[in-house]
């Protein structure tokens, strides 16, 4: 196929040149056909004056040999003769002189068309050079085509091997797509039944608490009365051991392991130890509004109207890990500039007193809650970029923070001092935690790993990878909890070192938070989705969401309230959104204080305060006055 291609290439340039050259002598011809023309008759005339000079010569040999033969005949012809003669021979010196120059101008004509032919020749010669590296330059790029074509075919079939697998992994993905909602449809029916026999299974268990406390209050009762019957010698340094009922009524809600507490019973003078101990039964099962400074309340009462407890809230403080009083802020009490830019986290004190704000002017800020403001107390200094985490330890002394310039510093709260700088890390710090001893402390990082840190010799113990950006972090006794940019929690082991179990959600983690009793775990996710996990089964057990809400950034911090009946979170269209984790709804949308989105949420552990930041300079202190 190709020297067919070649043959056809070299005739045509033949047949190019022979059509060129019969241009040419179409042109041309006429120039030289009168040239030619006046030639041919001048060598006609040349050899026609030849053969008359021959015959001429030989007439003169003739009469001279005559004229020798016979001098005195014909005198008079012969002068007749030579006059002829002399004629004869002037026409045709004319004749010559007129062929000579007829002949000059056909040599001139010739010179110049020789001239003509000689430039002719170089512009032939110089077409002919050009025309040959114009060949050249087609032989070359005809090698080009040749090559493009190969190149055009080897991509054609790589396209089509591409084609090829596009359309089995499109019948792949179509597959597994319908796997995947044909597995979530399986997932949501199954998650709905799991929901609907552990709500059965619990309507058992309050049922059977309810049926077991009603048996317990009567056989007391009886007993009681039956004692009470009988005056019985008490002794002053004797104690009661009672159990912790809830002072609801009808709630059906009781707990198989009610702490116990010991109430001191003194006998009083001018009263019998029958009126003391019907006292005492009363002020037991509810019957006065009081309260008894030694009952221990459980975390899930509430407050209501015309109970004895004072108006202000700093009087229903209580010691950590209890509350008495949980308010559903209403009010922003105190809107306040924080910082000097963007406020990044909030944190109160183990006692409600202090309140800890970190923002990106390097400064840990301490604000004191007095009658409902808060009141500037001192400032922590040291971090050389801008804070991104607070925590305090369990007594309120040490407080912890993150920040920007890879390290994690550790202040006293009396003296405002810098006790400890722990660096190591290669990005951002966001997140760090106490353990519960406090004498440990893990951090999380922009670098993707977690350290684990000892105080005592101010070094880092253990370091683990985690494969993805760890946006915050909470802990238990032996297990930490980090929320992650890939959108998983990871469980680890700290003495392991390994990761114990992972959970997907379906956006970045932003936000972790534990309940009281640290068995579930609150998170917060760009999918702007509130989720609590049952840390017992490793599952999903609530989701909320509002119309409105949306996480606004990565490091947008939600926090249940201290006896985990509700849930706060900020927006970042400024609104701080409630949710009830008994009924699973919002419960109040406080969108009037805040300018910008909502980084940051806090309540107070005596349940009377909230506390949320923003991305702007302000800080807003919430309740329900």
């Known amino acids: 196929m190709v020297v067919m291609a070649e043959r056809r290439l070299e005739c045509s340039w033949k047949r190019h040149v022979v059509e060129q050259l019969k241009q040419r002598d179409r042109v041309q011809r006429h120039a030289f056909e009168e040239i030619i023309h006046q030639y041919n008759r001048l060598l006609e005339k040349s050899d026609l004056q030849t053969v008359l000079s021959e015959r001429y010569q030989s007439d003169k040999y003739d009469l001279q040999n005559r004229h020798d033969s016979s001098p005195g005949l014909d005198l008079s012809r012969n002068d007749s003769l030579q006059q002829e003669m002399?004629?004869?021979?002037?026409?045709?010196?004319?004749?010559?002189?007129?062929?000579?120059?007829?002949?000059?101008?056909?040599?001139?004509?010739?010179?110049?068309?020789?001239?003509?032919?000689?430039?002719?020749?170089?512009?032939?010669?110089?077409?002919?050079?050009?025309?040959?590296?114009?060949?050249?330059?087609?032989?070359?790029?005809?090698?080009?085509?040749?090559?493009?074509?190969?190149?055009?075919?080897?991509?054609?079939?790589?396209?089509?091997?591409?084609?090829?697998?596009?359309?089995?992994?499109?019948?792949?993905?179509?597959?597994?797509?319908?796997?995947?909602?044909?597995?979530?449809?399986?997932?949501?029916?199954?998650?709905?039944?799991?929901?609907?026999?552990?709500?059965?299974?619990?309507?058992?268990?309050?049922?059977?608490?309810?049926?077991?406390?009603?048996?317990?209050?009567?056989?007391?009762?009886?007993?009681?009365?039956?004692?009470?019957k009988e005056p019985l010698p008490l002794d002053p340094d004797d104690d009661i051991e009672v159990l912790a009922e809830d002072s609801g009524k009808g709630t059906g809600e009781t707990s198989p392991n009610r702490p116990l507490s010991r109430t001191p019973s003194k006998r009083v003078s001018g009263q019998s130890p029958q009126s003391s101990l019907l006292g005492s039964i009363s002020n037991i099962f509810g019957v006065s509004e009081s309260v008894q400074p030694g009952l221990v309340l459980p975390p899930d009462s509430r407050r209501r109207p015309g109970n004895s407890y004072g108006s202000s809230p700093e009087c229903t403080e209580t010691p950590s890990g209890v509350c008495a009083d949980v308010r559903v802020p209403a009010t922003a009490l105190h809107v306040f500039e924080a910082h000097d830019g963007e406020v990044n986290a909030v944190r109160f004190s183990p006692g409600s007193r202090l309140l800890a704000t970190g923002g990106m002017d390097r400064r840990v800020k301490l604000w004191e809650v007095v009658s409902g403001r808060c009141e500037p107390k001192g400032a922590l200094t040291g971090s050389n970029a801008g804070i991104t985490s607070i925590e305090f330890d369990?007594?309120?002394?040490?407080?912890?923070?993150?920040?920007?310039?890879?390290?994690?510093?550790?202040?006293?709260?009396?003296?405002?001092?810098?006790?400890?700088?722990?660096?190591?890390?290669?990005?951002?710090?966001?997140?760090?935690?106490?353990?519960?001893?406090?004498?440990?402390?893990?951090?999380?990082?922009?670098?993707?790993?977690?350290?684990?840190?000892?105080?005592?010799?101010?070094?880092?113990?253990?370091?683990?990878?985690?494969?993805?950006?760890?946006?915050?972090?909470?802990?238990?006794?032996?297990?930490?909890?980090?929320?992650?940019?890939?959108k998983r929690v990871r469980f680890w082991d700290i003495r392991a070192e390994s990761i114990v179990r992972e959970l997907e959600l379906m956006g970045r983690v932003t936000s972790l938070d534990l309940n009281h009793d640290r068995t579930e775990l609150l998170t917060c996710?760009?999918?702007?989705?509130?989720?609590?996990?049952?840390?017992?089964?490793?599952?999903?057990?609530?989701?909320?969401?509002?119309?409105?809400?949306?996480?606004?950034?990565?490091?947008?911090?939600?926090?249940?309230?201290?006896?985990?009946?509700?849930?706060?979170?900020?927006?970042?269209?400024g609104a701080l959104y409630i949710w009830n984790v008994l009924t699973g709804k919002l419960e109040r949308t406080l969108d009037k204080n805040h300018s910008s989105a909502i980084n940051s949420v806090s309540w107070s552990p005596s349940g009377a305060y909230v506390v949320s930041v923003e991305k702007g300079c302000k800080a807003v202190l919430w309740s329900d006055m």
């Open 86 to 228: 002399a004629q004869m021979r002037i026409r045709h010196q004319e004749e010559l002189t007129e062929l000579h120059k007829k002949r000059g101008e056909l040599a001139q004509s010739v010179i110049e068309l020789n001239h003509q032919i000689q430039q002719k020749d170089k512009e032939i010669q110089s077409n002919e050079a050009k025309m040959e590296e114009y060949q050249r330059q087609i032989a070359e790029l005809e090698g080009e085509c040749r090559e493009l074509r190969g190149k055009l075919q080897d991509l054609e079939q790589a396209n089509q091997t591409l084609k090829d697998e596009y359309d089995a992994l499109q019948i792949t993905f179509g597959a597994l797509e319908e796997k995947l909602r044909r597995t979530t449809d399986d997932n949501q029916e199954l998650v709905s039944r799991w929901m609907a026999e552990k709500s059965q299974e619990a309507n058992k268990l309050n049922a059977e608490n309810e049926k077991d406390c009603k048996r317990r209050q009567a056989k007391l009762q009886k007993e009681l009365a039956e004692a009470a």
């Open 525 to 573: 996710s760009r999918d702007d989705l509130v989720k609590i996990i049952d840390l017992r089964s490793n599952a999903v057990r609530q989701t909320f969401s509002a119309q409105g809400f949306k996480c606004g950034a990565d490091w947008t911090r939600v926090t249940f309230s201290p006896d985990g009946s509700y849930v706060a979170g900020g927006s970042a269209d």
């Open 394 to 486: 369990s007594a309120g002394s040490y407080l912890l923070a993150a920040s920007n310039d890879f390290a994690s510093r550790i202040w006293t709260v009396d003296d405002f001092r810098l006790r400890h700088t722990l660096t190591g890390h290669s990005g951002k710090v966001l997140a760090a935690r106490f353990l519960l001893d406090n004498a440990r402390i893990v951090s999380g990082s922009y670098d993707r790993t977690l350290k684990l840190w000892d105080l005592r010799s101010k070094v880092c113990m253990k370091t683990v990878f985690a494969g993805s950006s760890c946006n915050d972090i909470v802990c238990t006794e032996q297990c930490v909890m980090s929320g992650h940019f890939d």
